[in-house]
């Protein structure tokens, strides 16, 4: 295992309520370098913000050589910081080999979700489950593996949905859950059932880090989200040029 995979494991666990792991989303090297001279402890690359620079659309059509690329050139900027990727379902790689080439990135977590972003269908979860484990049996203890669970963000709002699901990744061997979309309200439910860390998503106008981490989250990331803003700025940027 090496040292960075310990240190972001660790920082999942013995956290106050009102201090969740923050994990901003670097999508290039720019702003991996620019969070990890900020302080924060560890970074979490998604796969939207990273698509979107790259010139796709999110979960249509990335090449999985240029995601690779990718994450190897923002682990590299982040320097010491430990940096775990959104790598979606996996590209369809088997487990092995989509161990091989994170660990080859220098990454030392992924996200793995649960449904296709094409049709939108989850996945089976027993299915899911069983790829989970492949991955761990795969990588050991040199990923921290945060298993999406995408039951809200298809449209079974039931916690018992999620539930189900997260405790069969849990079973998996997995490090920390991640109920996408999931109501602020329901997050300390689903961690006490599921017993894992529970990663919570952050968006612009809901709760805050701080806040979601009191209403039951471990850890917060916020998908494209940051990428977005800041390409938000940059049209704020040229409309100024223009006037």
């Known amino acids: 295992m090496s040292d960075k995979a310990a240190v972001l494991r660790a920082l999942h666990h013995g956290r106050a309520a009102d201090d969740p792991l923050v994990l901003p989303g670097p999508w290039d090297a720019a702003s991996a370098q620019v969070f990890a001279d900020a302080g924060f402890a560890a970074l979490a690359i998604p796969s939207a913000g ?13 090449p999985p050589a240029e995601m690779f690329a990718a994450i190897g050139r923002i682990v590299r900027a982040a320097g010491d910081v430990p940096v775990t990727a959104d790598v979606e379902g996996g590209y369809g790689l088997p487990a092995k080999e989509l161990v091989e080439r994170l660990l080859a990135t220098g990454a030392v977590g992924c996200n793995l979700e649960d449904s296709d972003p094409v049709t939108g269908k989850l ?10 484990a492949e991955v761990r049996a ?5 990923l921290v593996i945060n298993a999406r669970v995408d039951t ?9 949905a999620a539930v189900e699901r997260g405790r069969l ?12 979309m999931a109501p602020a309200t329901q997050l300390a439910a689903l961690a006490e059932e599921i017993g ?7 968006k612009a106008g809901g709760p805050s880090p701080r806040e979601l981490g009191v209403m039951g989250a471990t850890r917060v990331t916020f998908g494209g989200g940051l990428q977005q803003q800041a390409l938000e700025a940059v049209k704020e940027l040229a409309r100024g040029l223009q006037a």
Do not use: E, K, M, W
């Open 152 to 160: 809200y963000l298809r449209g079974d709002l039931a916690t018992a």
């Open 123 to 132: 996945d089976d979860p027993r299915r899911q489950a069983d790829r989970l």
């Open 169 to 180: 990744y849990a079973a998996a061997g997995v490090d920390s859950v991640y109920p996408i």
């Open 138 to 142: 795969a990588a050991g203890d040199a």
């Open 196 to 202: 894992r860390p529970l990663n919570a998503f952050c």
């Open 50 to 62: 990273v698509s979107a620079s790259l010139g796709y659309p999110d979960g249509h059509g990335t």
